[in-house]
């Protein structure tokens, strides 16, 4: 698994180049903006984890380089804890936001759950959570203590598709709006967080503790299988 890692802070590129050969991972690393868009064109990253303030190009232009070509998830780590600096790197096209100091085992956790295979949109795709099976393309649910088949509304399945199809990566409140009702509604949060209790109370075992769709506070949601 290779990943690049972006920061201008020498210690911190050494640290993690550390890290993360340790974790049996081909490292390759960028001092600036400028230089992690030309490695990743270079390497072809499986993974990047990126700094947002760096010289050359800010973390913000180097996802909007790679968003031009390429769905490498993206993991930005960052000093900067004000929440609309997190919210413009995920508009742009990260997948998870770190903020600095973070421990180590959390990052590495971060990394791989970026990493997971995305559930595909084949024949059989789908998945088994708690005590339900979900088939994307069947648009079918199914109790599987009891075999009982699950009704969901149309905009139901267009949200849980969406997070399905993101396992383990953070969607934030825009993208879900804008997929599911449209851009007009981007500012209509009441209707997400309706649905997404809707979608708790038919899917979790405990809605009150979901342990799959899990909300971001501030940011978004994230479906989170077995």
Do not use: C
Not at 187 to 208: A, M, S, V
Request: no cysteine; charged share 25%; proline share 4%.
């Amino acid at each position: 698994m290779k990943i690049l890692i972006a920061d201008d802070d020498p210690q911190i590129l050494r640290a993690l180049s550390i890290t993360f050969t340790a974790s049996d991972y081909d490292v390759v690393t960028a001092g600036d903006g400028a230089a992690a868009l030309r490695r990743a064109a270079e390497h072809h990253p499986d993974i990047v984890v990126l700094d947002l303030g760096m010289p050359q190009l800010s973390g913000i232009d180097v996802i909007h380089g790679l968003r031009g070509y390429s769905t490498v998830p993206i993991l930005v780590i960052s000093g900067r804890m004000d929440s609309i600096d997190k919210v413009q790197a995920l508009d742009a096209g990260a997948d998870d936001y770190v903020t600095k100091p973070f421990l180590t085992d959390e990052l590495l956790a971060r990394v791989r759950a970026l990493t997971r295979r995305r559930l595909p949109l084949r024949e059989e795709s789908g998945a088994t959570f708690g005590d339900v099976r979900v088939d994307l393309v069947a648009r079918s649910v199914v109790r599987t203590t009891d075999g009982a088949d699950i009704h969901l509304t149309r905009t139901e399945w267009r949200l849980l598709e969406t997070l399905m199809v993101n396992a383990g990566r953070l969607v934030t409140q825009e993208i879900l709006l804008t997929e599911v009702w449209g851009p007009q509604h981007i500012r209509d949060t009441g209707y997400l967080r309706l649905y997404i209790r809707q979608l708790r109370k038919k899917l979790e075992r405990d809605p009150g503790t979901p342990r799959h769709l899990l909300t971001e506070a501030g940011m978004g949601y994230r479906f989170v299988p077995e």
